[in-house]
């Protein structure tokens, strides 16, 4: 790996620049998101087909003692602050508390949060709260049950919600939830949704669909854009822009002035880019610098090979020096990964 002059030639940049996750255009990941599985127990629509898709293999899959070395290596080594457990479904990780708890015992601390369908939260946020997780985003589409369970292929809306409810009671604060809008599907439900959030307490973000799909059937034209999600909650909400965005994948709104606030994620048709701090480890132990990336980084296999965690470290620096400026989406040469998002983790 080529090493870069700090622009003031002091050690100091030198040492921050060796101990951390750099690209070619100065950014810096400081989010490392874990993805846990590439199983799920929903069929969401815009993410697989209703019968499900091959999964990895057991043996392929990163063991607890390697998730917590990899995670462990990260937070001492490589400067990342931030952790969220992805899938996939990461609640049908099998005890799933038990490896929390031995995340939040690293030092230093990482934050640690769970993206989840909600389905088991109802069970599991008062043992994930326990163990150390600090709180989980829960994607839901629609609270209008014969929707959900056209979306999701599943009749398990009331599991979702109360899930939701657990997460509160339970301290997993704030509690998050993803939104994605389907063109002629729930595309109407943009107030109705923020209105429900604002009135259960929860922080509501709406996502443009992407491609990664595991059809491959994504296209823009059909996509539900930022600017339209924002002209719906316009009609019937006063909002105002929350300044210093900074490295956040979501653009902030206060609601009627306050204290609740909405996100809009403008992947596709706003891309924060040049903004990024994350990076992706896979289920089986791939470094990925993007969602639509087509490259991947093994670090099961030095694992299992037995490298140290200097040499994994430099493995690790070396993927992400050579991240993209941007995800290319709007390059008429883009493809679409070949992974889907279930198997990369969000």
């Known amino acids: 790996m080529r090493t870069p002059d700090p622009d003031d030639g002091s050690r100091s940049a030198l040492y921050a620049w060796r101990v951390s996750l750099v690209d070619t255009y100065g950014r810096v990941a400081t989010d490392l998101r874990v993805s ?15 019968e499900g898709l091959p999964w990895l293999p057991s043996e392929r899959l990163l063991t607890d003692d390697e998730v917590v070395r990899l995670v462990g290596i990260a937070v001492r080594a490589l400067g990342v602050t ?52 600090d709180r989980v985003n829960v994607s839901l589409d629609t609270t209008d049950p014969e929707r959900f369970a056209r979306l999701t292929h599943r009749d398990r809306l009331g599991d979702v919600l109360a899930g939701l409810r657990a997460a509160a009671a339970s301290g997993l604060v704030p509690v998050k939830v993803n939104a994605v809008l389907l063109r002629d599907v729930n595309d109407d439900e943009a107030p109705r949704l923020l209105r429900w959030a604002l009135g259960e307490g929860y922080e509501l973000r ?12 994504w296209q823009r034209s059909s996509m539900v854009s930022a600017p339209e999600i924002l002209a719906a909650l316009r009609a019937e909400f006063a909002l105002r822009a929350v300044p210093g965005r900074g490295s956040a994948p979501a653009e902030l709104f206060e609601v009627d002035g306050g204290p609740g606030r909405v996100g809009v994620i403008g992947s596709v048709s706003a891309p924060f880019c040049a903004a990024c701090d994350r990076v992706r480890l896979t289920a089986d132990g791939q470094v990925r610098t993007c969602l639509f990336a087509r490259e991947e980084s093994d670090l099961r296999a030095a694992l299992r090979a037995g490298a140290g965690d200097e040499r994994i470290a430099e493995l690790w620096r070396t993927a992400m020096w050579g991240k993209r400026a941007g995800h290319g989406i709007d390059d008429p040469a883009f493809r679409q990964p070949r992974r889907p998002m279930s198997a990369i983790g969000g």
């Open 82 to 133: 931030e952790v969220r457990l992805t899938g996939g479904e990461p609640t049908l990780r099998p005890g799933l508390a038990a490896l929390v708890a031995r995340l939040a015992a690293l030092r230093p601390r990482p934050a640690l949060s769970l993206t989840t369908n909600g389905l088991s939260l109802a069970r599991l946020a008062a043992p994930l709260r326990a163990a150390g997780l």
């Open 36 to 50: 846990l599985t590439d199983r799920c127990n929903l069929r969401c629509s815009y993410c697989m087909p209703p």
């Open 206 to 217: 709406f996502i443009e669909q992407m491609p990664l799909d595991a059809q491959h059937g």
